[in-house]
């Protein structure tokens, strides 16, 4: 990932609204969650969601796919674990501290 790259997903991260609608569909896995159903998880009108749904796509961090009428969005996880990992990249490393080290949870690859 470059530091534009970054940049631009932390910026996407940003909002508590889109913050909280990504979060919604990391917990939702690969099925990810219609649009509707986010909008109403969050409480807030269907424009508003459309507005903050669009900034986390163009970030590359939510995937949509069209469904007839409706659209589902889906969190991209290879794009996440590669901004965590770019986050990640030095860390501690000008310490010997194991305190430091970054966990890993093998039963979700992240």
């Known amino acids: 990932m470059e530091i534009n790259d970054a940049i631009t ?3 996407a991260l940003g909002h508590a609204t889109r913050l909280a609608a990504f979060r919604l569909l990391v ?3 690969p099925a990810g969650r219609m649009a509707g159903d986010i909008a109403k998880a969050l409480g ?3 424009a508003t969601l459309s507005f903050h749904l669009k900034e ?3 970030a590359g961090l939510v995937e949509s796919e069209s469904q007839g009428r409706y659209v589902c969005y889906r969190a991209n996880f290879q794009a996440m674990n590669g ?3 770019y986050l990640t990249h030095n860390c501690c490393a000008g310490s010997t501290s194991a305190e430091c080290a970054p966990t890993r949870d093998p039963t979700c690859g992240c």
């Open 9 to 11: 997903s932390l910026t």
């Open 27 to 29: 917990e939702a896995g």
């Open 44 to 46: 807030v009108p269907g």
């Open 56 to 58: 986390l796509v163009h």
């Open 83 to 85: 901004l965590v990992e």
